[in-house]
């Protein structure tokens, strides 16, 4: 059974950074990329990026260049999102998803709620 | 403003048969990436509902059906029920962007 499971809930200061985790289980961690997508309140769905979870490899929005990070834990199956430079606007719930070879994404997290707020 | 262009919402009553949309560009529908949709309920993740322009994943009833033309593509769901209310997302890969797109969303009401 592939279970995407992300970490809990932020409340962060605009500049802060933020570090949300995804843990993956049942869905062999090697194969499929993993992106990030994120949900303003009441918006719609932002494509943020992706990680190859084997080699490390990624590629991120332009929207996001500059601020954005993803890594991988391959020993514990895990993949992280790092937005630094908070503002108000990145506020949102963030969901990382499983990327097919058709393009699609086939398995979600529960998505985590980040709150920048002074 | 989003890439993908969807109504921002449709209607129907229950047992009617309702379209949503989704107009792109040369760039990602035109040129021949595949279109998958999304549904989402309130408060929780999206779920695929059709992949690669007409396929439907497992567990996807048969009164949800995808098409594309060109520049655009649609979702139909035929035989509207009161639990279909949810919003749903078209998305595609966009070459000038060299990313993935979603549509801004469409409300779905059941009258």
């Known amino acids: 059974q592939v279970q995407l499971v992300q970490s809990g809930a932020e409340v962060k200061t605009p500049g802060a950074s933020v570090k949300v985790s995804c843990k993956t289980s049942?869905?062999?961690?090697?194969?499929?990329?993993i992106h990030w997508v994120r949900q303003a309140p009441g918006q719609g769905l932002v494509w943020m990026g992706w990680?190859?979870?084997?080699?490390?490899?990624?590629h991120y929005a332009f929207k996001f260049l500059g601020r954005v990070s993803m890594t991988r834990d391959t020993s514990i199956q895990s993949i992280y999102l790092e937005l630094s430079g908070l503002r108000s606007d990145d506020t949102g719930v963030y969901f990382c998803?499983?990327?097919?070879?058709?393009?699609?994404?086939?398995?979600w997290g529960q998505g985590t709620l980040v709150n920048v707020s002074s | 403003q989003s890439i993908l262009t969807q109504p921002p919402s449709v209607s129907g009553a229950p047992g009617q048969n309702v379209t949503i949309s989704c107009t792109g560009h040369?760039?990602?529908?035109?040129?021949?990436?595949?279109v998958h949709w999304y549904r989402q309920f309130p408060g929780t993740a999206p779920k695929l509902l059709i992949y690669?322009?007409?396929n439907r994943p497992s567990g996807v009833p048969d009164r949800f059906s995808g098409s594309k033309s060109g520049t655009s593509a649609s979702l139909t769901i035929t035989g509207l029920q009161a639990d279909d209310e949810a919003d749903f997302y078209c998305?595609?890969?966009?070459?000038?962007?060299?990313?993935?797109?979603f549509g801004g969303g469409t409300k779905l009401t059941v009258l």
């Open positions: 040369t760039s990602n529908i035109g040129a021949n990436y595949a």
């Open positions: 690669g322009n007409t």
């Open positions: 998803s499983r990327g097919t070879d058709y393009g699609d994404f086939d398995h």
């Open positions: 990680i190859n979870p084997n080699t490390g490899a990624t």
């Open positions: 049942g869905l062999s961690f090697n194969v499929y990329n």
């Open positions: 998305q595609s890969y966009d070459s000038s962007l060299s990313g993935w797109v």
